[in-house]
């Protein structure tokens, strides 16, 4: 496979001995203009990788706060085609921020798999992470994507022992995907000396780098997981950020934008004191 | 075009060989499930897998299915019914006469047998209508295990005997306000909660939803209907029966009547979805005859959605069948043919409701007044020398006050 943005930009990182901070918002939150523009100006607030979500009805490995995020865009439109807009749109001035898709693989069955690799490819999607498929269902859609030069993004668990390891890390590329908890997104925070013992065990099968999320919270927080780690992934936060700048119709307030940014910031800078 | 199912079932001559271990039913199961879960799921199917060649786990579930449950349930000839419509001998299952008052805890304990020799220590369920909640209650009561059901909103508002029931049980009831607060909602949280807690907990999923082995699973711990029907049909008419019919939400009551006929080509087989307001509105909950194949809740089958691939909010009278989704046997058996699939309206659910009641003096759960109403079309046009077998999977008593409402009469 050829070398990708992720691939590049973890490369810069290890030169410069810096650790990645991965930011999550879902594609069109809480609307597809206001997303727009928090999508433009998370690179300049120190996202090192946008992870873009794909909205969809039934998040079953989120919290409360991404599945809240998850409704606001669908209730404002977006779909994934409109989803994959916003990457062509934000590609137009930024060629070097990866950008990686995340979601559930229901709407990407229905636009049509060989369909979403091309036009994914087009737009400027670098990688997929997609929850509900497993290495067991690799055929579905993890190696037709890798064949297109998309990096497929594998989530690591708890639970995934060391005799499983091997196989979840077979088809992963770009980045592995440490889940530093057992639960959804946006729940208990992680604790230091599990997470540095769980990245070293995931380090023993690979050579690529691995992101830590899962219940990061603050800058604090950030700091500490990115000391032990390649890098930091942060969604929930930034989405309550979001949830809190709406006004009292759920429409995005003068303050959507900015808060939201200053909060990347912040959990930017933290990553970057690792 | 000849799908990847009619090939499948070409080469193995049987719709009784699925899933293959990748848990598909053709191109249907299978096991989508996030990273977290999959190594608990493959325990389960490994533990599955040996349990049921285990004679001691075996003789313990027919035991507690004979003596707890009250197995075997009544192959009951509905004279009244069957004189009414003129047609066809009509036989009902009884399933309704089981502990708890529906086919839900076949199923339950089975898999609470399976937890405790998992050494798990909690017990989460889904529940719609309720039934499979306070079925998985009581095994948890019976078994000594803490529970935890999760429940739509609008669900426990239109369930509350059987919200009561579980709480008495000594069951903890999650209310579920994301979504339409229904079915597919609860089984949303349901699979959150066990992320969460992997270790210490079972999920009894109920129905033949979700990832693999839980299709095969539950449709094997419900087959005993099928087989008591067989056996029973033979006793009584020296021969099988023509005819099939059971209702369906997620398709576990079907799945159990119908598995042990699949391969007696001279029965028909006929599933009755929740044709809510009609399948012609958006409100139904006919995965088959209105939704396409999509992946959700661990498995692909038939789903109700939208050209961007969300799911949409199943609509039914009855809460136990209100889910989006289906079985994926029940797709695979459409696919191929061997099933016939139908609906039938609120409205017609509610007329065999009474209808049954008034002239058997049995009342009958919302669910399989479904599968009643079907009998009024297509009984009166069949000889009479023609058996009839309808699955009785669930009696009214939790349905009496909705169904009051319905019929605008104040019973307080
Ligand atoms: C009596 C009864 N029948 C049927 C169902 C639907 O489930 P299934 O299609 O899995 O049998 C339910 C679900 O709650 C039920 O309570």
Partial sequence: MQQTRLDNTFKHLGESDTKAFVAFVSAGDPDPVTSLKIMHGLPTAGADIIELGMPFTDPMADGPSIQASSQRALKAGMTLKGTLDMVRQFRTDNDETPIVLMGYYNPIYIYGVDAFIYDAKQAGVDGLIIVDLPPEEDEELCIPALNAGLNFIRLATPTTDDARLPEVLANTSGFVYYVSITGITGSASPKRNVVEEAVARVKRHTDLPVAVGFGIRTAEQAEAIASVADGAVVGSALVDVIAESLDSHGRSSPETVTETLKKAQELADGVKRA | ?412
């Fill in chain 2, 1 to 412: 075009m000849i799908s990847e199912t009619e090939l499948a079932m070409s080469k193995a001559n049987s719709y009784t060989t699925g899933p293959d271990e990748n848990g598909r039913f053709g191109i249907f199961g299978g096991r989508f499930v996030a990273e977290t879960l999959m190594p608990l799921i493959l325990d389960l199917e490994k533990a599955y897998g040996a349990a049921r060649q285990d004679p001691a786990f075996l003789d313990q579930l027919q035991d507690l299915q004979t003596h707890y449950v009250g197995r075997p349930s009544p192959l009951y000839f509905a004279e009244r019914l069957t004189e009414h419509y003129g047609g066809a001998k009509i036989y009902l299952k009884r399933d309704e006469l089981n502990h708890t008052g529906s086919h839900k805890i076949n199923n339950c304990l089975g898999q609470i047998l399976l937890a405790k020799r998992m050494g798990k220590r909690r017990i989460i369920a889904e529940t719609g209508a309720g039934q499979h909640g306070v079925a998985v209650a009581t095994v948890a009561a019976r078994f000594g295990l803490p529970c935890t059901v999760f429940m739509g909103a609008t669900d426990i508002e239109r369930q509350k005997p059987n919200v009561f029931r579980m709480k008495l049980l000594g069951a903890e009831i999650m209310p579920v306000t994301s979504g339409a607060g229904t079915l597919k909602d609860a089984m949303n949280e349901a699979l959150r909660d066990w992320v969460t807690n992997v270790d210490s907990t079972f999920y009894i999923i109920g129905t033949v939803a979700g990832p693999h082995p839980y299709p095969a699973m539950v449709r094997d711990f419900q087959s005993i209907i099928g087989q008591e029907t067989k056996h029973q049909m033979l006793e009584r008419e020296g021969r099988l029966p023509d005819t099939l019919c059971a209702c369906i939400g997620g398709g576990s009551n079907a799945m159990g009547l119908f598995y042990p006929f699949l391969d007696d080509e001279s029965v028909d087989i006929i599933g009755v979805e929740a044709g809510g307001h009609g399948i012609d509105t958006p409100e139904h909950a006919a995965s088959l005859a209105g939704g396409k194949p999509g992946v959700l809740h661990g498995n692909r089958t038939y789903l109700l959605q939208d050209d961007d691939g969300q799911i949409t909010e199943g609509h039914s009278i009855s809460a136990g069948l209100d889910y989006p989704g289906i079985g994926p046997e029940h797709a695979y058996l459409k696919d191929t043919g061997r099933v016939t699939y139908v609906s039938a309206t609120d409205r017609e659910a509610l007329d065999a409701f009474q209808l049954c009641t008034k002239l058997e003096g049995i009342i009958p759960a919302l669910e399989p007044s479904h599968a009643l109403s079907h009998l009024g079309k297509i009984a009166p046009n069949l000889p009479s020398d023609h058996l009839l077998v309808m699955n009785m999977c669930g009696r009214g008593d939790k349905d009496v006050f909705s169904v009051a409402e319905h019929l605008n009469v104040d019973i307080g």
